[in-house]
């Protein structure tokens, strides 16, 4: 799917303590997504028979797949989204630079449609691992309860 870039104009307008605000939430979010993560290569771990029992591992493999994808691209994202605020730094200290800051609101706006998208795909994801354990757990549950010789 492709990255639709949206157009905030609002960003125009704001200030630099507002813009380092939105950027320690995005790095909040994406810290937390990284914590996510992790919990969810435990858990496909940790139901690796049910899914292979299942016959959902194909699916699942694909799962994990796109899981470690998810985890290079939000380094990635983390590290500008790092890069971002250190500028924001360096450019309130420098402010005889009109052309500087344009140059960091669009970057501003860039990051955010990064983020953005990111979440969206990461929501996705996520919601498949979880329908992909229910399901497994699910089948696991009925096999554990029909009785032998069925």
Known sequence: MENKA???RYIEWKTPDEMHFSSLQWKSELNFIRDEHRFFEDMLKEYTMPIIESQLFSLVKELIQQL???RKDLSELIS???DHINRLQRLVEDIDEPKEGKVYRQEH???LNDVVHFS???KRLK???FEAVTKAMKQQKQ???LPKGS
Do not use: A, F, T
Request: net charge positive; charged share 40%; proline share 0%.
């Open 6 to 8: 949206h157009h905030y």
């Open 127 to 129: 919601k498949d691992i």
């Open 143 to 145: 096999k554990r309860l």
């Open 109 to 111: 706006k860039n990051i």
């Open 120 to 122: 969206r795909q990461y």
């Open 80 to 82: 500008r989204v790092n």
């Open 68 to 70: 470690e994808l998810s």
